[in-house]
């Protein structure tokens, strides 16, 4: 066996510091490249990209501050008994981190974050702010047309601002990046499933949080690579339980605390850390006359399963049980922040689905700058032992 390539070494160094630049340095200098170039910010979880793209703009992940940031202004603009990540983006908003942003997407994650698109309005961070509100309702004449209404609505703002008009073209090329990307990142996670020594999970949280700041083109280029490299042979196994982590949906966990179920003797298999990146479940169609309809299409029938949407009918706990079994994972850790309702309210259900399912389950809460992970380690680590002596 041999250790990594040089050459993955170095792009995971690379993606690395994309990942954390909270300057956002490269997509800002995309954008001096070209008058008519946007630089479209979204919060966690989903957006789709495709539109910004077709519409001559870079959609931006603003994933938080984590722990490379200190909190001061933000913590006056909200309540304390809510998750760490608004009062972080609030603090970059005012400060110059998001300066040269022409506008802002706000999915409906929760409460806090529909009242943190309010703020941004507030502060004047923007030219445009839009709260993302899915539609609860999977029904085509239904959440079909209010989706499609509101992309139509956030097409216009952007219109408003470089003139760019979306052409079906534009999209349907967009679509096809798009699932070039998805499909090189299940490649990744099809590849660590059989080997995840090859690529840890913390740096493949990198590449893809990297690729959340830059071209969808360039980071294909990254992905593309990633895969040849870790589909050689190398590394060797450890006597490790194979886990998959759920609950991470929004708020990112400190890169300590996936380190730490790391060492502990935990492989993450699977995860919903960087959700958006893999939200729509298998190909959209690039060659139709209206590209937009396959768009709302790929979120009512193809949307991952989230705490931030309510999916009756096609219940989350069946569809994770499902998951564990495909990634003949081990068991999972239930891994959410701290006053997060979405996922602490859905996770007594998921847990009952996993203890009907016979797979074992342990779980822990977090803050993005949370910055002691011992208990963390030990809880995984007692996790992954009693599953080696007794499962």
């Known amino acids: 066996m041999t250790e990594a390539p040089d050459r993955l070494k170095t792009i995971l160094d690379e993606c690395k510091t994309l990942a954390f630049d909270l300057n956002f340095t490269l997509a800002k200098d995309w954008k001096k490249e070209s008058s008519d170039r946007l630089l479209v910010g979204y919060l966690p979880i989903y957006v789709p990209r495709e539109i910004i793209h077709a519409a001559n703009g870079l959609p931006v992940g603003i994933m938080g501050a984590g722990d490379r940031k200190q909190i001061i202004k933000g913590d006056a603009y909200y309540q304390s008994y809510i998750c760490h990540l608004p009062r972080g983006i ?26 943190l698109s309010g703020m941004f309005k507030l502060v004047k961070k923007g030219k445009f ?72 999970a913390v740096d493949t949280y990198h590449i893809l949080r990297a690729g959340l700041t830059i071209p969808v083109e360039k980071h294909n280029e990254i992905l593309q690579e990633v895969v040849t490299l870790i589909g050689e042979e190398y590394g060797e196994p450890l006597d490790n339980i194979r886990i998959v982590v759920s609950g991470s949906f929004c708020e990112q966990p400190p890169i300590g605390l996936i380190k730490s179920v790391e060492m502990a003797g935990c492989y993450i298999v699977d995860d919903d850390f960087m959700l958006g990146s893999r939200w729509i479940q298998g190909d959209m169609d690039n060659s139709t006359s209206d590209p937009l309809n396959e768009i709302v299409d790929g979120f009512l029938t193809k949307s991952a399963p989230s705490s931030a949407v309510y999916d009756v009918g096609n ?77």
């Open 315 to 391: 219940p989350k706990g069946a569809r994770l049980v499902k998951l564990v079994k495909e990634r003949n994972a081990d068991g999972v850790i239930f891994c959410a922040a701290s006053f997060c309702d979405p996922a602490l309210l859905d996770r007594p259900e998921l847990q009952k689905s996993c203890d009907a399912g016979g797979i074992a389950h342990i779980n822990f809460q977090f803050h993005e700058n949370t910055g002691q992970f011992k208990v963390i380690k030990e809880q995984a680590g007692t996790f992954s032992d009693s599953i080696k002596l007794w499962v």
């Open 90 to 115: 609030v603090e970059m908003a005012l400060d110059t981190n998001l300066e040269n942003f022409d506008g802002f997407l706000f999915p409906s994650i929760c409460d806090c974050v529909r009242n």
């Open 129 to 200: 702010t839009r709260y993302f509100d899915y539609p609860q309702n999977f029904e085509k004449h239904i959440g079909g047309t209010f989706y499609r209404e509101l992309i139509e609505t956030i097409l216009q703002d952007m219109y408003q601002i470089n003139g760019v008009k979306v052409t079906p073209e534009k999209l349907n090329h967009a679509i096809g990046l798009y699932n070039t990307n998805r499909q090189l990142i299940e490649a990744i996670y099809n590849i660590r499933q059989d080997a995840p020594w090859r690529l840890s």
